[in-house]
């Protein structure tokens, strides 16, 4: 392998610029050498801004560039299956963004075609790569190794979200039409609910992504409610349960956080707003009994989009198999089609 990881980018949209392209073009190990776009006036624009030599009008053009190695696909997820399966049947490794998938069958057949070619397929939950996400599991695995806080007995998952963007800047923008996109079908969901699982998928799969990340295990749906745009899920690991709490508030902030609580006390990590850059999650410990003590464990600044970012490069590198691989991501696409299966 050459020196430099050589990436192509596939998509020049909001979040290729605001978050991915910024995290890749800033790491020393790879260089970014081509990116492909539908819209040529976007393309150009962009490509001038980050410095990238290679321009293609589509996906298919850039698959056939030997020099890249590995793609970052940054388009609206109903693209993903498609896109992801044609770049991993051409040898090239590659990163989408979450949720993989619209559905399990799309998502299944991703990674049968990063197991075929013996590629590299990860997923951006960016979450997982937080500095503060990754203390907490840390510190989650030194409480059950101890027993300090006894056995978990309970888990809560709230997003509300909120401001997400926090006046990050404005991308490059143009007049051209936006490419259109395929039907959203789904052989699990019932078709009046399509909409919602929609929104669901596309937000709180970072949440049922996170609790499986600090807690692995078989999860499994116990029930769910939906009234209006507020839905409630109760998923199961072994002996534990969990609430998930899913609705909109049009906050100032970002209304986020995730408890896992234990016999004697709890755990709290309360995730930052997505493009607040080089803010980790802040984490409180509560420890009950003679003398209850409360305390904030401290994460060393860092973006998760960044830290992902390395994190895909080390991987295509090293050959090893990502924290948020496609094997493991698919299985956020399942519990979102049993949740809307109890509905």
């Known amino acids: 392998m050459a020196e430099?990881?050589?990436?192509?980018?596939?998509?020049?949209?909001?979040?290729?610029?605001?978050?991915?392209?910024?995290?890749?073009?800033?790491?020393?190990?790879?260089?970014?050498?081509?990116?492909?776009?539908?819209?040529?006036?976007?393309?150009?624009?962009?490509?001038?801004?980050?410095?990238?030599?290679?321009?293609?009008?589509?996906?298919?053009?850039?698959?056939?560039?030997?020099?890249?190695?590995?793609?970052?696909?940054?388009?609206?997820?109903?693209?993903?299956?498609?896109?992801?399966?044609?770049?991993l049947e051409k040898g090239k490794d590659v990163m989408v963004e979450k949720p993989m998938a619209f559905n399990s069958q799309q998502a299944k057949a991703m990674v049968e075609a990063s197991r075929r070619k013996e590629g590299i397929l990860m997923i951006g939950y960016m979450k997982r790569y937080d500095p503060g996400v990754q203390l907490a599991r840390r510190l989650i695995d030194d409480f059950l190794s101890s027993g300090e806080l006894g056995e978990p007995t309970f888990a809560r998952v709230h997003i509300f979200g909120g401001d997400w963007i926090c006046n990050v800047g404005s991308?490059?923008?143009?007049?051209?039409?936006?490419?259109?996109?395929?039907?959203?079908?789904?052989?699990?969901?019932?078709?009046?609910?399509?909409?919602?699982?929609?929104?669901?998928?596309?937000?709180?799969?970072?949440?049922?992504?996170?609790?499986?990340?600090?807690?692995?295990?078989?999860?499994?749906?116990?029930?769910?409610?939906?009234?209006?745009?507020?839905?409630?899920?109760?998923?199961?690991?072994?002996?534990?349960?969990?609430?998930?709490?899913?609705?909109?508030?049009?906050?100032?902030?970002?209304?986020?956080?995730?408890?896992?609580?234990?016999q004697k006390g709890w755990i709290k990590i309360e995730t930052p707003p997505p493009l607040l850059k080089n803010v980790p999650a802040k984490i409180t410990v509560y420890k009950t009994g003679g003398e209850p003590q409360l305390w904030e464990p401290i994460a060393p600044w860092g973006w998760g989009f960044k830290k992902q970012a390395e994190h895909f490069v080390a991987c295509v590198r090293e050959r090893k198999v990502p924290l948020s691989s496609g094997e493991d991501s698919m299985n956020d696409i399942l519990l979102a089609e049993e949740i809307f299966k109890k509905i």
């Open 4 to 87: 430099k990881v050589k990436i192509g980018f596939v998509g020049a949209g909001f979040m290729s610029q605001m978050a991915h392209l910024p995290s890749f073009t800033e790491i020393n190990d790879c260089e970014v050498v081509a990116i492909a776009e539908l819209r040529p006036k976007l393309r150009e624009k962009v490509a001038d801004k980050y410095r990238i030599p290679k321009r293609y009008s589509s996906h298919k053009e850039l698959a056939e560039d030997e020099e890249v190695e590995a793609v970052v696909a940054l388009l609206p997820y109903l693209l993903n299956p498609d896109i992801a399966t044609y770049l």
């Open 171 to 262: 991308p490059i923008t143009t007049d051209e039409p936006y490419p259109p996109l395929p039907e959203r079908r789904s052989d699990e969901v019932p078709p009046e609910l399509l909409p919602m699982y929609d929104e669901f998928i596309n937000v709180a799969s970072h949440n049922t992504n996170l609790i499986r990340f600090l807690l692995p295990g078989n999860w499994k749906v116990e029930g769910a409610f939906l009234k209006d745009s507020q839905l409630l899920a109760i998923l199961s690991r072994e002996n534990l349960l969990c609430s998930l709490e899913y609705g909109r508030l049009p906050a100032h902030r970002w209304d986020e956080d995730l408890t896992i609580f234990f």
